[in-house]
């Protein structure tokens, strides 16, 4: 099995004379994610109608699932953050919604994010190792400590009439976690992710997600991204100990909405074949006239195998499946 075959991530993401060029998927972040020569064209401007920005960290463990998330979508920012302790079987939830919170932000993986309603604060600081992020709110307190162990993958993606779209992920290391009186390590079969996105997403869109950790039956540790009718499948890699592997496009086989039936997750080039276990999920369904997004996110186990160059993998695995209707 080679490494990867993965060019390094350019030094910025792409002005208007660079657009074409720079399409593809690199290896590394992308330092410079200023999108200042787009964000002022047209009135309103193209900040407010067509960017969308958000940082997704979630934290998957025998003992709970975390996912913490902040995001500018333009004329409206959002945030959430929810637990599901599998000890206890609890599901816990916090969400804001606010219009025009952002004013001329220009977010990166190296800023801090933070939103605030109603008496309640979501925050994600970079720390230098990674990111670190904590909610306060009635009757909750959370903390997801998210580090970055090893290199991740940069897309840039074309968004049919409009400039481009940029994502950056990575499975991270052993982090922590911290709600109410609970509090422990997540390391060993499970760890973190981290979902950055900017850019210029097509106004009408579909997509489904999955997101998981673990160990294969060699003692590896796994990590996996795949993403279905959305930035042309190149998005989709897995880290085996470290190493990143490109996967081909990614087919989601379920009936949709409904989240509780079998799902069954493959990639066109034969690598992986996945089932996906339901345990809970968590969604939200917007519509504030010029936007609109009905959300899920299911969260639970998965099995499967990976066949790669280097022989068959049987893994098991925690994490989220995702399903995505937006006008934006």
């Not at 004379?17 to 787009?38: F, H, K, N, P």
């Not at 219009?99 to 309603?117: C, H, I, Q, V, Y």
């Not at 162990?149 to 950056?168: C, K, M, N, W």
């Not at 049987?314 to 006008?327: L, N, Q, R």
Request: include cysteine.
């Amino acid at each position: 099995m080679k490494t990867t075959a993965l060019p390094p991530a350019p030094a910025a993401l792409p002005t208007p004379s660079s657009t074409d060029r720079l399409l593809g998927r690199y290896l590394g972040r992308i330092t410079d994610v200023d999108t200042a020569a787009w964000d002022a064209e047209g009135f309103p401007s193209r900040r407010r109608r067509q960017r969308k920005a958000w940082l997704y960290l979630g934290g998957y463990s025998e003992r709970c699932h975390i996912g913490f998330a902040i995001v500018d979508a333009g004329y409206l920012a959002t945030a959430f953050v929810y637990v599901h302790d599998r000890q206890t079987g609890r599901f816990i939830e916090r969400k804001a919604a606010r219009p025009l919170a952002f004013g001329n932000w220009n977010p990166s993986l190296d800023t801090e994010w933070s939103l605030s309603s109603r008496g309640e604060r979501w925050r994600i600081v970079p720390d230098g190792k990674g990111w670190r992020a904590s909610f306060r709110g009635k009757g909750l307190d959370v903390e997801l400590s998210v580090p970055e162990t090893q290199e991740g993958l940069s897309v840039i993606a074309p968004a049919r009439d409009r400039p481009f779209h940029y994502t950056y992920k990575n499975t991270a290391g052993a982090g922590a976690y911290r709600f109410g009186t609970a509090s422990g390590e997540i390391s060993g079969d499970t760890a973190t992710i981290i979902d950055f996105s900017k850019g210029y997403p097509p106004r009408n869109m579909f997509w489904n997600w999955a997101s998981l950790v673990g160990t294969t039956d060699r003692g590896e540790q796994l990590g996996v991204n795949l993403v279905g009718d959305f930035n042309n499948g190149i998005e989709n890699a897995l880290w085996l100990d470290g190493r990143l592997v490109p996967l081909g496009q990614a087919v989601f086989a379920y009936p949709l909405g409904a989240y509780e039936a079998p799902w069954r997750i493959t990639t066109a080039d034969g690598v992986v074949d996945l089932d996906f276990h339901f345990e809970g999920v968590r969604s939200e369904n917007l519509n504030v006239g010029v936007l609109a997004s009905r959300f899920a996110q299911p969260y639970g186990r998965f099995s499967g195998t990976l066949r790669l160059a280097d022989g068959e993998r049987s893994i098991e695995a925690f994490g989220v499946t995702e399903e995505h209707f937006a006008v934006w």
